[in-house]
């Protein structure tokens, strides 16, 4: 198995879920793994990003389930932020410990430090050569920060989710997933927030008139929108931030959140000494996930790809290379049907074919569905649910998306009839828990 030239068959550069859910079953199998990491081990998704976060949010739908059953409920309800800040803490904290110690098991070496390559074979690991016969970057990305003077008063999505204190007044420049989601969370515990727009559209990819709902409700519950708003500069006023946008407008802020994007970890790899080709959008890779040098590929946010940037992208890629080093593959890539949703309140979520691209498509169909409609949705007095259905010519179910406050379950329980285009005699015999989420949403097939 390994080649004797080399310490290991395979190093990873860095320990997200691009590696490990990979790396794991492939050291099981008796390769010799590494994997070589700078910071906390698991990454971006455990420590700053989907865990944390969810943690944040958990009050917020409590919070809205409580509005909708007032009278039946009649506690009061507050959400204390520090307390969710420690809560938060409580759960993540062990993660990396736990992650590591699955890898070790399993007979993965970490080896702690930055990574580099010397040649296509070699690394350089904090002063330290390693050798490998095939080499995965699973790199991950970086906050973009704006380039306007005074840019170091902004903060980003790591500094929010470790604030002990909420400020009264945020700013968060972006309309992208972490824009939404933090000025979810943000106003549910108090705090007055302005996201400022860069254009007319927040979540491009998302069905616009479902993210128009979800901003006119944040609206309502008193968080500002500026569309358009071009962020010149910032600065500081006393104790406060001044964010100068538009032509001549001032914003006085005490904190203020950069979410304009996550841009790839490719500089100070040595990608361009070895010959490695990337560009704006991350590594550049073939249908194996192989980079322009054959010995090195590349898995999860790292990689330029038209598939979402998530965390089940990045499993299944890292689960495709272990396959594909292990033999047990030769194919290319087959990327199933990847969902992604906002975790706003109410929430956003999607799979597969887009309703905007759908009314484009003679063979497509879209059926429009009010989901109160159904009984089971009145238990909780949900206020407001719309899901859309894209069918093609022979009524396989091929996208949905939705606007409700369990759009993640529906999307979640539609994954198998759109990724395996089950037929109507194969959706019928998939009966649910009744009543579920599941049920309800599986009628509309
Ligand atoms: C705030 C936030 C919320 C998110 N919420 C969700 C969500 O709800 N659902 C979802 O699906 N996705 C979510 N994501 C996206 C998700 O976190 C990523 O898709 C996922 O973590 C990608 O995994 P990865 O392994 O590709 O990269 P990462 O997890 O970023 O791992 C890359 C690792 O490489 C290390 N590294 C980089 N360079 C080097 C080097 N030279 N040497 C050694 N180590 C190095 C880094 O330290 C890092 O640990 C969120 C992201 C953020 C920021
Ligand atoms: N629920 C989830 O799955 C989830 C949650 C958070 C983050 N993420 C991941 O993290 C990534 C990064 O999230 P994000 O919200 O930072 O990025 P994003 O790409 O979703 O949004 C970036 C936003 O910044 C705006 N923008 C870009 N340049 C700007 C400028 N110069 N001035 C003002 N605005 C500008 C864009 O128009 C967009 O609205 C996501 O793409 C996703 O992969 C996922």
């Known amino acids: 198995?390994?080649?004797?030239?080399?310490?290991?068959?395979?190093?990873?550069?860095?320990?997200?879920?691009?590696?490990?859910?990979?790396?794991?079953?492939?050291?099981?199998?008796?390769?010799?793994?590494?994997?070589?990491?700078?910071?906390?081990?698991?990454?971006?998704?455990?420590?700053?990003g989907c865990n944390a976060k969810i943690t944040l949010d958990a009050p917020v739908p409590l919070q809205r389930e409580v509005e909708d059953l007032q009278g039946i409920v009649t506690t009061p309800i507050a959400l204390n932020w520090s307390e969710t800040v420690k809560h938060k803490h409580d759960v993540i904290k062990d993660l990396p410990e736990f992650i590591a110690g699955l890898l070790k098991k399993n007979g993965v070496d970490i080896l702690h430090g930055h990574g580099k390559f010397l040649d296509s074979h070699t690394l350089d690991v904090d002063g330290k050569q390693v050798t490998a016969a095939k080499v995965v970057i699973a790199t991950g990305l970086h906050p973009h920060r704006l380039d306007?003077?005074?840019?170091?008063?902004?903060?980003?999505?790591?500094?929010?989710?470790?604030?002990?204190?909420?400020?009264?007044?945020?700013?968060?420049?972006?309309?992208?997933?972490?824009?939404?989601?933090?000025?979810?969370?943000?106003?549910?515990?108090?705090?007055?927030?302005?996201?400022?727009?860069?254009?007319?559209?927040?979540?491009?990819?998302?069905?616009q008139p479902f993210v128009e709902h979800v901003i006119t409700d944040l609206e309502k519950r008193g968080v500002h929108f500026v569309r358009t708003a071009s962020v010149s500069h910032l600065e500081k006023q006393e104790t406060a931030t001044v964010v100068h946008y538009g032509n001549g407008k001032k914003l006085l802020v005490d904190w203020v959140l950069d979410a304009t994007g996550r841009i790839p970890n490719v500089e100070n790899l040595g990608l361009e000494k070895i010959g490695v080709k990337y560009d704006k959008d991350g590594v550049i890779v073939n249908n194996h996930l192989q980079t322009t040098v054959s010995n090195v590929y590349a898995s999860g946010d790292v990689v330029k790809k038209t598939q979402p940037k998530l965390t089940p992208t990045a499993i299944f890629e890292s689960t495709y290379l272990l396959h594909l080093f292990a033999g047990e593959t030769a194919e290319a890539i087959n990327y199933p049907a990847i969902p992604s949703v906002v975790f706003t309140s109410p929430r956003i979520?999607?799979?597969?074919?887009?309703?905007?691209?759908?009314?484009?498509?003679?063979?497509?169909?879209?059926?429009?569905?009010?989901?109160?409609?159904?009984?089971?949705?009145?238990?909780?007095?949900?206020?407001?649910?719309?899901?859309?259905?894209?069918?093609?010519?022979?009524?396989?179910?091929?996208?949905?998306?939705?606007?409700?406050?369990?759009?993640?379950?529906?999307?979640?329980?539609?994954?198998?009839?759109?990724?395996?285009?089950?037929?109507?005699?194969?959706?019928?015999?998939?009966?649910?828990?009744?009543?579920?989420?599941?049920?309800?949403?599986?009628?509309?097939?």
């Not at 030239?5 to 390769?31: R, W």
């Not at 470790?162 to 106003?187: Q, V």
């Not at 074919?353 to 989901?371: I, Q």
């Not at 993640?408 to 828990?433: C, F, K, T």
Request: charged residues 20%.
């Open 349 to 445: 979520a999607r799979v597969g074919l887009s309703v905007e691209e759908a009314e484009k498509s003679p063979t497509h169909t879209v059926v429009k569905n009010n989901v109160l409609d159904n009984w089971y949705r009145q238990v909780t007095r949900e206020t407001f649910g719309e899901n859309a259905l894209v069918f093609d010519k022979d009524h396989h179910l091929v996208g949905a998306t939705e606007v409700s406050e369990h759009a993640e379950d529906v999307i979640n329980s539609l994954l198998p009839a759109v990724e395996l285009r089950l037929e109507p005699e194969q959706i019928e015999r998939i009966v649910h828990l009744f009543p579920t989420i599941g049920s309800a949403s599986w009628e509309l097939l």
């Open 148 to 207: 306007i003077p005074g840019k170091d008063l902004a903060h980003d999505s790591s500094e929010f989710m470790n604030l002990t204190e909420l400020p009264a007044k945020i700013a968060i420049i972006g309309a992208g997933y972490i824009s939404l989601e933090f000025a979810t969370i943000a106003n549910a515990f108090g705090s007055e927030v302005t996201v400022l727009m860069h254009g007319q559209k927040a979540l491009r990819k998302f069905h």
């Open 1 to 48: 198995m390994l080649e004797k030239k080399y310490d290991y068959d395979v190093l990873y550069l860095g320990s997200g879920h691009g590696t490990f859910d990979g790396a794991i079953p492939l050291a099981s199998k008796g390769f010799k793994v590494a994997v070589v990491e700078s910071g906390l081990i698991g990454g971006t998704c455990p420590n700053r």
